[in-house]
């Protein structure tokens, strides 16, 4: 479907500024939102906002359908009489423009547990029952996602596959022994989830009523230690003893020389069209409770996906093979009517690729780090995009615009420089101007550019283990000059909301 003219900010919640050592939901989600409103922005993209998993990943988490625990504010907890809040005072020092996971976790479970622990013991009436309404309505994944966790606790965090034979293999008689003696555990995992949707809805809800509306992101595949494959084993390609037989990632291409080697079980297409894609429909369901616009990340994955050999050492030693196609859309469509879609075709795309994201009128992305690599006809290039498409500076794979441009050289510094001509401004403006100003439905920047920081705020680096996922902006850092700039360029290209449009704040 098509959107209307546009633009937003790229931030996911882990990198709002907060006490408690990463960014959750609580008052700097609410003044971002002012932030977004005051200049002008009428979109916030985020990053999957699934419970997290070994590297700290969004894109591989625990359960595609629920909530991360870490984005739980503790302060409202204690204003809801779950804490104390003068226990919170023994908060740790941590570091206010990074996050450092290990203590963080350790830090905010054992809050959240104790949180559990004194809802469980006193809470009202009403708020029992706004929890076991909850527990009830997500029971479908609600109740595999918080055995599993208790089960995961319970086995020091190894996976699945390492538990006894009869928990792996999900034996009716040792479920429900566990379910017996994790029943605290249980309790807590059910606890975090109420809590999350919570408050996250809270902030959907002030974004929405401001016209903001939230821009979601789901992986096309889940991670081989989650409730998803356990829980669902006959959907993925595993042995006997449950283990994958080919995984995903994807060939040679511009992050990497050996491709990316993924390691996501695969998906069985052919059990999953039988099934009329009842699993998809779920998640995509699920995932529109969370947000209004979403991102499908990899889309070339459901025109043809890369499959390699489990237990190859790299991505080379794959080969293509044909994904889902336009069934899977069909079922989607039918089942949850026009979805508000943005298809991530990033990578190495063919013809069926781009049939497949025009017959359902999906918006594609565009990459402006991507733009200068060639001549004139780099698909990247302003000039070149077609309306129906959402541009970006950088993801939040990218490095970030400065950081970019102090390392490009040779050509594509100096295309870049030829394509920009003579500026008054900073590079990382004067790339946001060029996605503001392009023909493009949608334009997006993460803060990061807004700010100008170089490559220490960079979010991810494909590829590369551990120090991903971290970056945190301050509280002081948003300026009164990156909104009134921000709001100067949706008014001068066309992005600002129709009833924003004759209405100039007294600031301006």
């Given at each position: 479907?098509?959107f209307p003219?546009s633009?937003g900010i790229?931030l ?6 907060g ?7 609580n008052g ?13 922005q009428?979109l916030w993209?985020i990053?999957?906002l ?7 990943s969004?894109?591989a988490?625990?359960s ?7 984005l739980?504010?503790l302060?409202?907890l204690a204003e809801?009489g779950d804490?104390d ?5 023994d908060c ?11 203590p ?10 104790q949180?559990a622990?004194?809802?469980?013991q006193?809470?009202?009436?009403e708020?029992?029952?706004?929890f076991?309404?909850f527990c009830?309505?997500?029971?479908a994944w609600l ?5 599993f966790?208790?089960l995961k606790?319970d086995h020091?965090?190894?996976v699945?596959?390492?538990?006894e034979?009869?928990l792996a293999?999900?034996q009716?008689?040792a ?10 555990a ?10 999350f ?6 902030v959907?809800?002030y974004?929405n009523?401001r016209?903001v509306?939230?821009i979601g992101?789901?992986p096309i595949?889940?991670a081989?230690?989650?409730?998803d494959?356990?829980a669902?084993?006959d959907?993925f ?5 449950r ?10 291409d511009?992050?990497s020389p050996t491709g990316?080697l993924w390691g ?5 297409w ?6 009329g894609?009842a699993w998809w429909i779920?998640?995509i369901?699920q995932?529109?409770?969370m ?9 070339r994955g459901f025109a043809?996906y ?7 050492p790299?991505?080379?030693n794959g080969?293509?093979v044909t994904g889902p196609?336009d069934?899977?859309?069909y079922a989607?469509k ?5 979805l508000p879609?943005?298809?991530e075709?990033l990578g ?8 497949l ?6 918006p594609?992305?565009k990459v402006?780090?991507f ?6 006809s780099?698909?990247?290039?302003p000039?070149?995009l077609?309306a129906n498409?959402v ?8 490095q ?11 050509e594509?510094l100096e ?5 920009l001509?003579p500026?008054?401004e900073a590079?990382?403006?004067?790339l ?7 023909v ?9 550019d ?7 705020a960079r979010m991810n680096?494909?590829?590369k ?11 002081e ?5 990156h909104?009134?700039a921000?709001r100067e360029?949706?008014?001068t290209?066309g ?5 924003e449009k ?5 600031w301006?």
């Amino acid at each position: 479907m098509r959107f209307p003219r546009s633009a937003g900010i790229l931030l996911h919640p882990t990198s709002l500024p907060g006490g408690f050592g990463i960014g959750d939901l609580n008052g700097s989600a609410f003044r971002f939102v002012d932030f977004l409103v005051e200049s002008g922005q009428s979109l916030w993209q985020i990053l999957p906002l699934g419970p997290t998993g070994y590297g700290d990943s969004p894109y591989a988490c625990f359960s595609a359908f629920a909530g991360n625990p870490l984005l739980i504010d503790l302060a409202r907890l204690a204003e809801e009489g779950d804490l104390d809040a003068a226990e919170l005072a023994d908060c740790p020092d941590f570091q206010a423009d990074w996050v450092d996971f290990g203590p963080v976790i350790t830090y905010k479970m054992e809050k959240l547990r104790q949180a559990a622990r004194a809802f469980q013991q006193q809470a009202s009436g009403e708020r029992r029952a706004a929890f076991d309404r909850f527990c009830a309505e997500h029971a479908a994944w609600l109740d595999d996602y918080v055995l599993f966790m208790a089960l995961k606790d319970d086995h020091d965090g190894h996976v699945w596959n390492t538990w006894e034979r009869e928990l792996a293999l999900r034996q009716p008689e040792a479920l429900a022994e566990a379910r017996e003696r994790l029943a605290d555990a249980i309790f807590a995992q059910r606890y975090f989830q109420f809590q999350f949707f919570s408050q996250w809805e809270r902030v959907k809800a002030y974004a929405n009523e401001r016209g903001v509306q939230i821009i979601g992101d789901i992986p096309i595949f889940v991670a081989y230690d989650s409730a998803d494959v356990w829980a669902n084993p006959d959907l993925f390609f595993l042995d006997e003893n449950r283990l994958p037989t080919v995984v995903a990632g994807v060939p040679p291409d511009y992050f990497s020389p050996t491709g990316q080697l993924w390691g996501n079980p695969l998906y069985r297409w052919d059990l999953m069209a039988e099934q009329g894609y009842a699993w998809w429909i779920a998640r995509i369901r699920q995932t529109f409770r969370m947000v209004d616009i979403l991102r499908l990340d990899h889309f070339r994955g459901f025109a043809a996906y890369w499959e390699i050999p489990a237990g190859e050492p790299t991505a080379i030693n794959g080969h293509w093979v044909t994904g889902p196609g336009d069934a899977l859309f069909y079922a989607l469509k039918d089942a949850l009517g026009e979805l508000p879609i943005i298809a991530e075709d990033l990578g190495h795309i063919t013809e069926d690729v781009e049939a497949l994201r025009v017959q359902f009128d999906l918006p594609g992305m565009k990459v402006l780090q991507f733009a200068f690599t060639m001549d004139a006809s780099n698909p990247y290039l302003p000039h070149n995009l077609d309306a129906n498409s959402v541009i970006y500076t950088g993801t939040h794979d990218n490095q970030t615009t400065m950081g970019w441009y102090w390392s490009r050289e040779g050509e594509e510094l100096e295309r870049m420089r030829r394509y920009l001509g003579p500026v008054s401004e900073a590079v990382n403006w004067a790339l946001m101007r060029m996605a503001y100003r392009s023909v493009s439905d949608i334009a997006v920047v993460p803060l990061q550019d807004v700010l100008g920081l170089g490559d220490e705020a960079r979010m991810n680096s494909p590829g590369k283990l551990g120090g991903n996922w971290s970056w945190r902006y301050r509280e002081e850092e948003l300026l009164p000059q990156h909104r009134d700039a921000l709001r100067e360029m949706m008014l001068t290209y066309g992005r600002l909301a129709p009833q924003e449009k004759t209405e100039r704040p007294t600031w301006m």
